[in-house]
């Protein structure tokens, strides 16, 4: 799991600001680092074929409705990173209206440099 440097300070100073926020995000997490795919709070973003290694990681669908959009991609060793990208505070349907997809638009054309370091 990685997070995105430009978008950093805002994304972990709005989880912070509220520990049920951290709570969900780690949840998540965990969920995914255990392997465990839960549709209802990570799924892929395919709104076209462009987007297809977008995901958004869905917290308090019911209430507060916050986006974290992710990339996935393999790094040059094959390691596999899924990297926080976007915040989305509120989306406010349950349809991807011209926000969100403007949004997971823009996280499909980062292309980010991963350094590894091989295991020794």
């Known amino acids: 799991m990685c997070i995105d440097a430009e978008n950093e300070k805002e994304i972990l100073r709005f989880l912070k600001e509220d520990p049920a926020r951290i709570k969900k995000f780690r949840q998540i997490v965990n969920l995914l680092i255990e392997g465990i795919r839960n549709t209802e709070l990570y799924d892929k973003e395919d709104i076209d074929s462009g987007c297809k290694d977008v995901t958004a990681m869905k917290m308090f ?3 507060q409705n916050i986006r974290l959009y992710c990339k996935e991609q393999k790094g040059p060793l094959g390691t596999y990173y899924i990297i926080v990208s976007e915040l989305l505070k509120k989306k406010k349907s349950q349809k991807n209206g011209n926000t969100e997809k403007t949004l997971i638009k823009k996280v ?3 292309d980010y440099e991963i350094k590894e370091r091989p295991e020794e």
């Open 108 to 110: 499909s054309n980062y």
């Open 61 to 63: 669908k019911k209430g």
